[in-house]
């Protein structure tokens, strides 16, 4: 998979496993680590790139895709799909190496990946939850339509503190899509 963004030489693509290097590089970063969920690991070892290779391009609801610039990934963006009575919702994430921070290169990714995920008709909601840390992640939501949501007082554990996280969604007319059946009990 191959998705352009508005930014001139930045895509999203399918993980590959000459990405490791990239992954350690800008994975391995105490600053990358702090705004994400426990399943990315700190110190980032190249065990855990090849791991990360192979789980994100498994089949399946979920989109995992590196943010390539200038023929490099620095950054991932990905979706994880809702199951159960929230099977239309799905939970969104990104990270941008430190070092490209500050370029809207995430503000760039993250609207690709919206204009994919809508296109898709598979979802009538996208959320993000957002550490309360983390302003910048809350101004690309906003650029992009994201809507706050409300605040989750003392939900996040991380770096040794519980903080709150702020829930961010964009949501579409659930009229616009086709719904599974219903195999809920009458």
Known sequence: MRLPTDIPDCVL???HDTDKNALI???NNRQIWRNLTGIFPHPYTEDDALKWVE???RPGRDVNLAVEFGGKAIGGIGIRAGNDVNVYTATLGYWIGETYWGNGIATAAVKAM???VLFSNEFARLEARVFAWNAASMRVLEKVGFV???VLKYS???DSQIVDSVLYALVRDPKSLTLAEDNSPS
């Open 55 to 57: 789980t994100a391009n």
């Open 148 to 150: 706050r949501e409300g």
């Open 25 to 27: 590089l800008h994975g």
């Open 114 to 116: 919206i204009a994919y």
């Open 13 to 15: 693509r399918s993980w």
């Open 156 to 158: 996040i554990f991380k």
